[in-house]
């Protein structure tokens, strides 16, 4: 779908293209043609790579310790991001405490080079193949995540995985176990094959990979890994893997092939074409796993432990890109149509739905986003609450769902329930005013200065919205740190109590009654033992104070007495 990149027609318009995008819980990545990085939405951990954990609510260029970087491949997971150079290297930042940077050490704020991988050969080359010159050299041609996990594919199709992500037991019988790992380590299952594409969620890993020693054509399998409760796996039971199975659904000998794939929370949605030769290029949605949520799209909200169809989409279709959120799903046609199914709440799935009040309005059928005409799509991507898409062959994208901490990267911190344009080409340094003029056909008079009253205006908003996210971010701060205090986890926005996030005003005792109501039997242990330590500080530090009241009272008729 995406144009060539340097034709005589569009190459001066590259810094303004955008050839890939990726979100995070909440924060997104775009990838410009020029090879750059921008990112808006939540900072928290680093995870835009600004240097700062405050929030951005427009897109804004991360940079690199090289400036003479290219960057040709980004991707998001939960609170971290990945971005890969044409030279191989790989470049992680943010959230780090389960070792998904690859780095020893603390959360990032800005981008860190992954040394780690310059040290490696390749699990797919031999011994001799690594001591002959002729061969090409160890390097990186993909890198993916999700979750606290991060994987890359190296150029000779092996897949490498650090972070927090599913391994065998050590104790030889077998079994599942999920440890940090700091250091990329090689999947050796699929020595002999190649690696194409691969997803993960927060338990577990699916990969596409060739049947033979290199992929051609239609010859892609799908094997999948890791926790199991909600059968995300595909594999027709709940029952956990360590190592890699192959999903027989898709076998060589059905007319379907498999060609993208894209993992939720603990949901999988795969794409499929007919294979060749075909006289029609159609394409077909499966999804599997979890559907509480309708994320599954196959109209109720049961989970499917292999993979069926999404069948209230249209037919015939051909789908450009699929990805998942924690609980929605979201595809884009060629044609330009999108649909999404799942979460609504924070996502504004199905505005034309009829929900009110604390209904939840998930969509367990697919739902078509009305909006603009979205022409030449490149691809869709999905954030916890939040979608991202690329249409216009890259010059245009539009995002929807939770707004919060300027995820939408449209300037505004509100929830939207149907497509807002995202602010691209940003308004930085890296675009020339005679450039937007230009493309916006604004007539700008300059002043003796040479700078026009409209850029006045706009270095002055922008102070100011630096300053109001400095406090957001500090307010953010805190009060992920009383949440960590009490509930033992990072605060997250579908904490913010119901009638908060409805109403704006907030009945505490109410809210007590139902988070208590809501808790499971470890979660009120945790707010026992929480509480009774706070009251025990109280008490001690009343009778300090009241034994001090005594001193006081006592000294004065002491010094009278004598």
């Known amino acids: 779908m995406e144009s060539a ?3 005589a027609d569009d190459s001066g318009n590259m810094p303004h293209k955008v050839v890939a995008v990726a979100a995070g819980e909440a924060h997104t990545l775009a990838l410009s043609g020029d090879g750059y990085v921008y990112s808006w939405g939540r ?6 790579g600004t240097g700062s954990e405050s929030d951005e609510i427009f897109p804004v260029r991360v940079k690199f ?5 290219k960057l040709i491949a980004v991707a998001a997971g939960a609170y971290h991001s990945l971005a890969l150079a044409d030279d191989g290297s790989v470049w992680s930042w943010g959230y780090n405490v389960y070792g998904q940077l690859g780095l020893h050490g603390e959360n990032s704020l800005a981008p860190q080079l992954m040394e780690r991988f310059l040290e490696l050969g390749s699990p797919g080359q031999s011994k001799d193949e690594l001591e002959t010159k002729s061969k090409a050299p160890f390097k990186i041609c993909a890198v993916k995540a999700g979750g ?5 594919i190296d150029n000779l199709g092996a897949l490498w995985m650090w972070g927090n992500y599913p391994q065998e037991n050590n104790n030889g019988d077998g079994s599942l176990t999920f440890v940090s790992c700091f250091t990329p380590t090689p999947v050796w299952d699929f020595h002999g094959h190649t690696v194409v594409k691969v997803a993960c969620g927060n338990e577990h890993v699916v990969a596409l990979v060739s049947a033979g020693e290199r992929h051609k054509g239609d010859d892609l399998l799908c094997y999948s890994w890791g926790g199991n409760g909600h059968g995300q796996l595909g594999l027709g039971d709940t029952e956990s893997r360590a190592r890699p199975e192959i999903v027989g659904t898709f076998s060589q000998d059905i007319q379907w092939t498999v060609y993208e794939v894209a993992c939720g929370a603990f949901h999988t949605a795969l794409l499929t074409r007919k294979k060749r030769p075909s006289d029609t290029l159609e394409s077909m949605c499966w999804t599997f796993g979890l559907g509480d949520r309708g994320q599954l799209g196959h109209g109720t909200t049961r989970s499917a432990l292999v993979p069926e169809p999404v069948k209230e989409l249209p037919q015939p279709v051909y789908l450009v890109s699929v990805d998942c959120g924690l609980f929605h799903t979201s595809v884009v046609s060629s044609a330009g149509d999108v649909w999404s199914w799942g979460m609504e709440k924070g996502l504004g799935l199905c505005p034309d739905a009829s929900f009110t009040g604390t209904d939840s309005g998930d969509a367990i059928s697919p739902l078509r986003i009305h909006g603009p005409k979205f022409n030449d799509p490149v691809q869709v991507s999905c954030g916890a609450a939040h979608t991202v898409l690329v249409a216009h062959d890259g010059y245009k994208l539009w995002s929807w769902g939770r707004g919060r901490s300027g995820v939408l990267g449209n300037g505004k911190t509100v929830d939207c329930f149907s497509p807002t344009i995202v602010l691209w080409p940003p308004l930085n340094e890296d675009f020339k005013q005679e450039e937007l003029n230009q493309d916006d056909k604004i007539v700008d008079q300059k002043g003796s200065d040479g700078v026009s009253e409209m850029e006045k205006k706009l270095s002055l908003a922008m102070e100011e919205m630096k300053l109001l996210q400095s406090k957001l971010s500090t307010m953010e701060r805190y009060a992920s740190i009383l949440h960590g205090s009490i509930f033992g986890k990072p605060f997250e926005v579908q904490d913010i109590p119901i009638s908060l996030q409805n109403s704006g005003t907030f009945d505490i005792a109410r809210e007590w009654e139902n988070m208590l109501e809501s808790s499971d039997r470890s979660g009120l ?4 033992l929480f509480y009774r330590n706070m009251l ?5 530090k ?9 001193i006081k009272e006592c ?4 010094a009278q007495g004598k």
């Not at 606290?148 to 890359?152: K, N, V, Y």
């Not at 242990?525 to 026992?528: A, K, N, S």
């Not at 009343?542 to 005594?550: P, S």
């Open 148 to 152: 606290m996990t991060s994987l890359a």
């Open 542 to 550: 009343i009778l300090k104070k009241r034994i001090q009241e005594l």
């Open 65 to 69: 310790q090289n400036s003479e970087l």
């Open 5 to 7: 990149a340097g034709t």
């Open 43 to 48: 900072g928290m951990f680093g995870r835009l």
């Open 536 to 540: 025990t500080g109280v008490k001690d």
């Open 555 to 558: 000294l004065p008729s002491s």
């Open 525 to 528: 242990v945790r707010l026992e």
